[in-house]
């Protein structure tokens, strides 16, 4: 796109930073911002930088961080990167994301093989020029690179960062980076008063590291009175109109619109004095927003999982039911369902009852997994839509080779410690140590790192002609985002299949199963892959669609 000022070929960058409280939607904020630069004709990719020390997020615990987001290339990335993908339909890449753990590795990595020449190694410059040159990754490539920058100003952890993007902004010509700063406004209800108090120190703070934010989008439960405006505008040093205001949403697919009724796109190319200002087609978030608010009924979904204390766990799935109910013009009320009751439960029919379709999600460790099992042979035998995702198809493999082929041991690998020598399962679900990527063969030991080691990322997988996964995609050639250590092992293959149960999706090689229904249930499929990955509220991944069609087609039934 061609406009004044800065060369073309070069991105523009919005950095995006958070004061006063953590957990104020930044991520969803840059993931709407992103999505209206769209609707006004611009490209953009999203990015984050996290502060914390792990390398990755795929090491830490769903109950630490929430959901391990995976992108095409393999990266284990931040649930943020889930929210841009959903808001822009951009696939994220590893490049994407950055903690100081990988900085920091990176430059010690360095300075071990001699790079730095015998240099004194700090923070700055070497700490801060490996941020920089990060962000400089694909930037001839969109017109705008929005950066998020986790945790809030003031967090020792961050300041490098901070560092990083003061110096960043300074090194390039004027006009070509913008901040964007979230707070929150309190509200007194004694007072009755909205306080800006918290957000002139937060930007007092961001200040003081040489950065001046351009625009404040301020989080607030009541409307901001103009008064209140005015006054953070003269002591934030910002002008009103990028005083913008977020309140909270009913649904945050809704945030693109609210943020666009605030001003906050038009806020931001006025800060790069992009004028006239294309203007933004919003049919597709009229739509979305117009799905969401008005159903035509309801469906309930039970999804038996291990982390279900914490939503965010299960993010994209959650978000991924929520795009199926929205093609389908229903509500999806999910119930998260503790696989661990289930576990001693005699009979799950109690729990199960009520609901028009079970879900078992993704998931690590033998805790939880005999209540997946049993989640899977209700749904199995009372004809209830399932969908196994991962973990969830090999629990379904194993039900079907227990109860259905006969053989009363069948396990997965992964709950006999291969090290510890006595086996209890017979094992139908292996530890997989040999693949194909591309055009070349990945190997894995059993005491490998935890960290980056599994099968990830985008793999091809070939679909059976005639089968329900074929007609659900419509093509019998896909790719999807993987994350797993185990494998169903083909061994099986034809035991199974003799009791009905189809290997309807292998790798293109026919080594892997990918996909595995019944031929004769109603829906019941389980899937080696993380579908949930890809989908869009605007494009509703295939599998979620019909599983949801299919629990609506339960619905009526009952
Ligand atoms: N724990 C299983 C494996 O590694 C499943 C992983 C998952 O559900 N993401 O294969």
């Avoid at 240099?119 to 941020?131: A, G, L």
């Avoid at 198809?393 to 510890?420: K, P, W, Y």
Wanted: negative net charge; contains cysteine.
């Amino acid at each position: 796109m061609n406009f004044t000022g800065v060369p073309d070929h070069m991105a523009r960058y919005i950095f995006i930073t958070g004061g006063v409280v953590s957990s104020l939607g930044k991520g969803l904020a840059s993931a709407a911002l992103g999505a209206l630069l769209q609707a006004r004709g611009f490209s953009v990719r999203l990015r984050k930088l996290d502060p914390y020390l792990n390398v990755d997020p795929g090491t830490m615990s769903p109950f630490e961080h929430g959901e391990v987001f995976v992108t095409d290339d393999g990266a284990e990335t931040d649930l943020d990167l889930g929210h841009y993908e959903r808001f822009t339909g951009v696939a994220a890449r590893k490049t994407d994301s950055i903690s100081s753990g990988r900085v920091y590795s990176t430059v010690l990595e360095k300075e071990r093989r001699g790079d730095y020449l015998g240099k004194t190694i700090q923070v700055i410059p070497h700490v801060t020029n490996e941020i920089k040159e990060f962000l400089h990754v694909g930037d001839d490539e969109v017109d705008f690179m929005l950066c998020e920058i986790g945790g809030t100003v003031g967090d020792i952890e961050g300041l490098p960062f901070f560092e990083a993007i003061r110096q960043f902004s300074h090194d390039k010509p004027r006009g070509q980076c913008i901040f964007m700063h979230l707070t929150l406004l309190p509200y007194l209800a004694a007072s009755g008063e909205l306080k800006t108090k918290p957000t002139q120190h937060s930007v007092k703070e961001l200040q003081s590291i040489g950065i001046a934010p351009d625009i404040l989008v301020c989080r607030s439960e009541h409307p901001i009175p103009e008064k209140e405006r005015e006054k953070i505008a003269l002591f934030c040093n910002v002008r009103k109109e990028a005083v913008v205001a977020a309140y909270d949403l009913k649904t945050i697919y809704d945030a693109p619109l609210a943020y666009h009724a605030q001003g906050l796109d038009q806020a931001v190319l006025d800060a790069f004095q992009i004028s006239p200002a294309p203007k933004p087609d919003l049919t597709v978030w009229r739509d979305v927003s117009d799905r969401i608010h008005n159903p035509e009924g309801e469906v309930r979904v039970a999804i038996v999982g291990k982390y279900t204390q914490l939503e965010d766990a299960y993010k994209s799935i959650a978000e991924a039911l929520t795009h199926g109910g929205m093609a389908n013009r229903v509500k999806v009320k999910v119930e998260w369902v503790d696989a661990e009751v289930f576990d001693k439960a005699e009979d799950v029919a109690p729990h199960l009852e009520g609901f028009q379709a079970i879900l078992v999600p993704g998931g690590f460790g033998e805790r939880g997994t005999e209540g997946k099992i049993k989640a899977a042979q209700y749904a199995r035998e009372h004809q209830v839509p399932y969908l196994g995702i991962c973990l969830g198809m090999q629990m379904a493999v194993i039900e079907a080779a227990r109860n259905v082929a006969g053989l009363a041991t069948a396990g997965s690998e992964e709950f006999d410690h291969e090290s510890s020598g006595k086996k209890r399962f017979e094992p139908v679900v292996y530890h997989l140590k040999e693949w194909v990527q591309g055009n070349h063969k990945v190997e894995r030991k059993v005491n490998d790192d935890k960290g980056g080691t599994m099968r990830l990322g985008s793999y091809d997988a070939t679909l059976k002609e005639g089968s329900h996964v074929a007609r659900i995609y419509g093509t019998t050639s896909i790719d999807e985002r993987h994350r797993h250590r185990y494998e169903v092992d083909t061994a099986y293959r034809e035991q199974l299949e003799k009791v009905g149960m189809t290997f309807s999706g292998m790798s293109p090689d026919g080594k892997l199963p990918e996909i595995v229904e019944w031929a004769d249930h109603p829906w019941f499929i389980g899937v080696q892959f993380h579908p949930e990955l890809k989908s869009k509220p605007f494009a509703p991944h295939p599998l979620f669609k019909d599983f949801v069609r299919a629990a609506k087609e339960m619905s009526r039934l009952v």
